[in-house]
């Protein structure tokens, strides 16, 4: 089955500055690649995904590359801001309605004021 | 605004008790949801899939018989936890794609705690 790892575990940014997040997943049938954001105790919320057949997405403040070569994904978020502190879940889904949702591990993202 | 609701919210129960979690799709019809269970500062594990009209598919590892889940409708999936141990205590969320190829949304979580 799929392993989605993810780093790093932690990670703590001034406010401004940019941060990042790695993802690596081993089964290259999968296509597709959501980003959520979880505030504690809530639910997780899809802040950006991209698919097989893109390269990089960008919305805003927030970007995500893919490279299917290498089988790794990436979140990029720019001028952090505290509100941007939560825990950050990637995941890939294979094909197929089912959709099926393997996650990392999680980053604990920090932005500093 | 939420395009999946799960209810309730948080439970306390004595263990031995069974506790039922709903999760309904709001406007627009599920064939499958999913069941994750999240211990604290853990990821998001996927214990089932669960599909309308038919037997829920279930994780290595996840009991069957002691998490009990049901499909009856297109908006609608419960996950009963039969007899619940302290040791089931956890955050329960459900999830559904919005429809085919889309992305899932998720319910807002059961906390659960067996005392």
């Known amino acids: 089955g799929e392993n989605v790892e993810q780093h790093p575990s932690t990670l703590s940014v001034q406010e401004g500055d940019s941060a990042v997040i790695k993802c690596t997943y081993s089964d290259s049938a999968s296509n597709y690649f959501p980003w959520y954001k979880q505030e504690l105790g809530k639910r997780p919320q899809l802040i950006i995904d991209?698919?097989?057949?893109?390269g990089e997405k960008k919305d805003q403040r927030i970007a995500v590359t893919l490279n299917k070569t290498a089988k790794h994904f990436s979140l990029h978020i720019t001028e952090t801001q505290p509100e941007d502190s939560a825990v950050y879940f990637c995941?890939?889904?294979?094909?197929?309605?089912?959709?099926?949702?393997?996650f990392g591990s999680g980053t604990q993202l920090t932005v500093l004021p | 605004g939420a395009v999946v609701s799960q209810h309730p919210s948080r439970v306390i129960c004595k263990s031995g008790t069974s506790v039922k979690i709903e999760c309904r799709s709001l406007d627009f019809q599920a064939t499958t949801m999913f069941w994750y269970r999240q211990f604290p500062k853990q990821s998001l594990m996927l214990m089932a899939t669960?599909?309308?009209?038919?037997?829920?598919?279930?994780e290595q590892g996840v009991e069957k018989d002691k998490f009990l889940i049901n499909h009856a409708s297109l908006t609608l999936s419960t996950l009963t936890v039969t007899s619940a141990h302290p040791e089931d205590s956890s955050f329960y969320i459900c999830?559904?794609?919005f429809g085919v190829g889309q992305p899932q949304h998720f319910g807002d979580g059961t906390r659960l705690s067996i005392l």
């Open positions: 999830s559904a794609p």
């Open positions: 991209i698919r097989s057949n893109v």
């Open positions: 669960s599909n309308e009209g038919s037997k829920a598919t279930y």
């Open positions: 995941a890939a889904s294979g094909s197929g309605s089912a959709r099926q949702l393997t």
